[in-house]
Nanobody, 115 residues
Framework: QVQLVESGGGLVQPGGSLRLSCAASGSIFSLIRMAWFRQAPGTQRELVATITNDGNINYADSVKGRFTISRDSTENSLWLEMNRLKPEDTAAYYC?????????WGRGTQVTVSS
């Protein structure tokens, strides 16, 4: 089992920045991929960024060049650096971890981009 806890969300003005954190605990040695998803009201949950154990990173087109996903050397923390935020980035952001076996979700942290 893996537990994921997100933090760092909040209210920010357009053009501002936020850094989300995800703390993983439990059987973290089994994780092969971690990611950030987001979900705005009335929409489906969408993939924002993903990072694999061997360092492969992918981003949604909508966040390329603005968001950066990273994972620490001990592999028990995941971050999402978000710059030049736009109102359309407003959503609940969820940490995701894929293990062998199992897939795990955090409870989410709200990001609101508004003036």
């Amino acid at each position: 089992q893996v537990q994921l806890v997100e933090s760092g969300g909040g209210l920010v003005q357009p053009g501002g920045s936020l850094r989300l954190s995800c703390a993983a605990s439990g059987s973290i040695f089994s994780l092969i991929r971690m990611a950030w998803f987001r979900q705005a009201p009335g929409t489906q949950r969408e993939l924002v960024a993903t990072i694999t154990n061997d360092g492969n990173i992918n981003y949604a087109d909508s966040v390329k060049g603005r968001f950066t996903i990273s994972r620490d050397s001990t592999e028990n923390s995941l971050w999402l650096e978000m710059n030049r935020l736009k109102p359309e980035d407003t959503a609940a952001y969820y940490c995701f971890a894929q293990g062998i076996p199992g897939a795990y979700w955090g409870r989410g942290t709200q990001v609101t981009v508004s003036s």
